[in-house]
Structures are given as structure tokens and as C-alpha cells.
């Protein structure tokens, strides 16, 4: 592992604009949601959301190198 502590404000940035887009796109997703679905079915993208989180996240942890 690099460490590379010159490059840390921009990483602590990247974190918090990342933060942002999701609290954002969880607003728009969830919005959309409450028109598109009735009150029973409000889960189920939540449940695709984070299906796809941890998706995303395994491949990822699988492909980086040891």
C-alpha cells in the first residue's frame, strides 16, 4: 500500500463530494419511488440499492491485488 499524505485534501474532497451524490441521489431515487409505488412496496428499492452496493463492492475487493 502507498501512502501519499500530499494528496489527502483532495482525497478528503473526493470523499465529500462522493458523500453528497449519494445523500442526493437517495433524495431523487426515494422521491421518484413515492410517486412511481405504492407505500407497501417502498423497500424494494432500497433493497436493489443496496443489492447493488454490495455487488459492486465485492467485485471490487475481488479484483484488487493482495
Do not use: C, H
Request: aromatic content about 4%; glycine content about 10%; cysteine-free.
Amino acid at each position: 500500500m502507498l501512502i501519499a499524505p500530499a494528496s489527502a485534501p483532495l482525497l478528503f474532497g473526493l470523499n465529500s463530494s462522493a458523500i453528497y451524490l449519494g445523500v442526493a441521489a437517495g433524495g431523487v431515487i426515494g422521491g421518484l419511488s413515492q410517486d412511481w409505488l405504492s407505500i407497501t412496496l417502498l423497500g424494494v428499492p432500497a433493497a436493489i440499492v443496496a443489492l447493488l452496493a454490495t455487488t459492486i463492492t465485492r467485485a471490487e475487493t475481488a479484483a484488487t491485488p493482495k
